[in-house]
């Protein structure tokens, strides 16, 4: 008897390989999946332990952090600049940016003065950029507009007021 729950998350681990045969190889998973008995995600996930394990050792634990904090923000924020030519304003990932900069610039301090510093970074830089809590956008409301906004000069205040709203 196996758990729902583990059974939709490896049909929906399934669903995106088949989507994607050519990225994850999907005829030689399947062949190996018949003749071993094993789920075919069980070996992409074996994989991909493989893979970050060997990032972890030839970078540590900064370069998987950087690639954590990196990847899917990268890929929203393009998500978010293909609008077919119309100009957006996105204070999501705007400051997730921002704050990533900032963060990447006091982070020898940071690591060496906060215990656990990386595990701590991976759960804000996470709950920034989860679609779900978009921490960014909180970040933006309630300290870069009440802290940094009202320090700009008065005409480029007036232009980005009048950007947010377009």
């Given at each position: 008897m196996t758990n729902p729950q583990i059974e939709r998350v490896l049909e929906s681990a399934d669903n995106l390989m088949a989507n994607n045969p050519v990225i994850f190889q999907y005829e030689k998973l399947s062949e190996l999946e018949k003749k071993s008995g094993f789920n075919k995600?069980?070996?992409?996930?074996?994989?991909?332990?493989?893979?970050?394990?060997?990032?972890f050792l030839v970078g540590g634990a900064k370069l998987v952090t950087d690639l954590i904090s990196?990847?899917?923000p990268a890929y929203a924020s393009l998500k978010a600049l293909?609008?077919?030519g119309e100009a957006v304003h996105d204070p999501q990932w705007t400051t997730y940016w921002i704050v990533f900069t900032f963060i990447s610039i006091i982070e020898p301090v940071l690591s060496w003065i906060v215990p656990f510093y990386y595990v701590i970074k991976v759960a804000?830089?996470?709950w920034m950029c989860h679609p779900k809590f978009q921490g960014a956008?909180?970040?933006?409301?309630h300290a870069i507009d009440p802290l940094v906004m009202r320090h700009l000069k008065s005409s480029a205040k007036e232009e980005v007021i009048a950007k947010k709203a377009e």
């Open positions: 995600v069980y070996f992409v996930g074996a994989f991909a332990v493989v893979i970050l394990s060997a990032v990196f990847l899917y293909d609008t077919d804000f830089f996470g956008s909180f970040i933006h409301t």
